[in-house]
């Protein structure tokens, strides 16, 4: 009886161990989905957004300075006088869909808003996608003060511009993320008939991971002829990322002052071969103020 018992008992851990050892082999044949993260470090690569969301429930704050002109001199500490400032608040609604507010306060005053949806995400496995697409919507409000009386009366939509926007993006490896962005602004209000209410800019970023938290960042956006004014100029800035923990700094040179949308892609007047450069830096810093419910 004893013998049996034995025998009985053998075979049942062997059962199970066979049964564990299939389980295992089913697991390892099993797809999986791989997402790309963290092509940038935060959902803005200088001026413009990158291809990255806020994850549901995370509030990101924002604070951008964007200093005077370096080719001012030592009399104003080289553009340290005088700044331009932005302060936002970015919230993920959704994995897919952030919102956002800012002001921005100095010589150039404004209120922007914004939408941003991710299309399709860049993913390997059971489904593969080689890029991230995403859209953005962008409402900018001019705050400043009619000077010219021969603009009055000046309606408040002529205070409106729109920028529609097309993000396509894709993580290369660890080190290196590219993004081309296409973008529609739309000006209520053009101060002579040479200007166009609609302006298309074709925009690229990307980023260079130099260590584990430090990358150098770069982004250009090219206006299409007979646009603009002639003495307005491509946006150009190139900066470096800095993370420490929940802050993420960014330092960056760049020819323009405005943060909004529409102010950098159409009224940025500075020269860079001319020295019209402006010192300026961005932090991030952000809050998890809802969990999502696990399912």
Same mark, same amino acid.
């Given at each position: 009886m004893r013998l049996i018992l034995v025998f009985a008992f053998l075979a049942f851990a062997l059962s199970s161990t066979g049964q564990d050892d299939l389980l295992d082999l089913l697991g390892e044949d099993e797809p999986t989905q791989d997402f790309a993260t963290a092509g940038f470090k935060t959902t803005r690569i200088i001026n413009g957004h990158s291809f990255e969301l806020n994850s549901h429930g995370v509030l990101d704050f924002k604070i951008s300075h964007r200093f005077g002109r370096l080719n001012t001199g030592a009399y104003n500490l080289f553009g340290l006088d005088n700044a331009f400032m932005r302060i936002g608040l970015d919230y993920g609604v959704t994995e897919w869909l952030n919102v956002g507010i800012g002001r921005s306060g100095?010589?150039?005053?404004?209120?922007? /808003?914004? *939408?941003?949806?991710?299309?399709?995400?860049?993913? %390997?496995?059971?489904?593969?996608?080689? $890029?991230?697409?995403?859209?953005? %919507?962008?409402?900018?409000?001019?705050?400043n003060q009619v000077i010219d009386t021969s603009l009055l009366p000046y309606p408040f939509t002529n205070r409106m511009y729109y920028t529609n926007q097309i993000i396509v993006g894709r993580k290369f490896n660890d080190a290196i993320s590219l993004q081309f962005m296409p973008s529609l602004v739309h000006r209520?209000?053009?101060?002579?008939?040479?200007?166009?209410?609609?302006?298309?800019?074709?925009? *690229?970023?990307?980023?260079?991971?130099? %260590?584990?938290?430090?990358?150098?960042?770069?982004?250009?956006?090219? $206006?299409?002829?007979?646009?603009?004014?002639?003495?307005?100029?491509?946006?150009? /800035?190139?900066?470096?990322?800095?993370?420490?923990?929940?802050?993420?700094?960014?330092?960056?040179?760049?020819?323009? =002052?405005?943060?909004?949308?529409?102010?950098?892609? %159409?009224?940025?007047?500075?020269?860079?071969?001319?020295?019209?450069?402006?010192?300026?830096?961005? $932090?991030? =810093?952000?809050?998890? *103020?809802? =969990?999502?419910? =696990?399912k």
């Open positions: 100095g010589a150039i005053k404004y209120y922007d /808003s914004f *939408v941003k949806a991710r299309i399709l995400r860049q993913q %390997t496995g059971m489904k593969n996608v080689p $890029v991230s697409l995403l859209w953005v %919507t962008d409402l900018n409000i001019d705050a209520n209000f053009v101060r002579t008939k040479a200007e166009s209410n609609d302006v298309i800019v074709l925009g *690229v970023g990307g980023r260079v991971k130099l %260590t584990r938290r430090v990358a150098i960042n770069m982004e250009y956006h090219y $206006v299409l002829p007979d646009q603009l004014d002639p003495k307005y100029s491509n946006s150009l /800035s190139v900066g470096f990322d800095i993370e420490t923990g929940g802050h993420v700094f960014q330092l960056h040179f760049t020819n323009s =002052r405005g943060m909004a949308e529409s102010v950098f892609l %159409t009224e940025t007047d500075g020269k860079w071969d001319a020295g019209d450069i402006h010192f300026g830096f961005n $932090v991030s =810093r952000v809050f998890t *103020v809802h =969990r999502p419910k =696990r």
